[in-house]
């Protein structure tokens, strides 16, 4: 998760695909990163555990994500849904995926290695 957050995907996320007025809660950016945290954790991509999951780890993602906000109910299937749907928009994810390439790009171009750039 913290290689996530390093490589500032909650941000551009959020930026590429902006919360609704009447988003409440966790970013999606970040719910994403926690959810993919989840996916990576348990090799199981199904949206229903991942709420149940969260409940049970909620001071450590708090810490993690530096969200004290952080609540178990940010991951519901409806929310998550959701967001699988604004990702689902090619136009917006093209722009997303670019800028995050570059990043990493860049990043590997100026230490020469992995293990010092944005993923290491």
Do not use: C
Request: aromatic share 10%.
């Amino acid at each position: 998760m913290a290689s996530l957050e390093k490589s500032s995907l909650s941000e551009l996320l959020t930026k590429h695909f902006p919360d609704h007025g009447n988003w409440q809660g966790l970013s999606g950016g970040k719910i994403t990163v926690v959810f993919l945290s989840q996916v990576l954790s348990n090799n199981d991509h199904r949206l229903s555990p991942v709420e149940q999951w969260v409940s049970e780890r909620l001071h450590t993602l708090r810490y993690l994500v530096k969200d004290p906000k952080l609540e178990a109910r940010d991951f519901n299937d409806e929310r998550l849904g959701a967001l699988a749907d604004k990702y689902s928009q090619d136009a917006p994810w093209y722009d997303f995926e670019s800028e995050y390439n570059q990043g990493l790009l860049l990043d590997f171009g100026q230490n020469g290695n992995w293990e010092t750039g944005k993923l290491g």
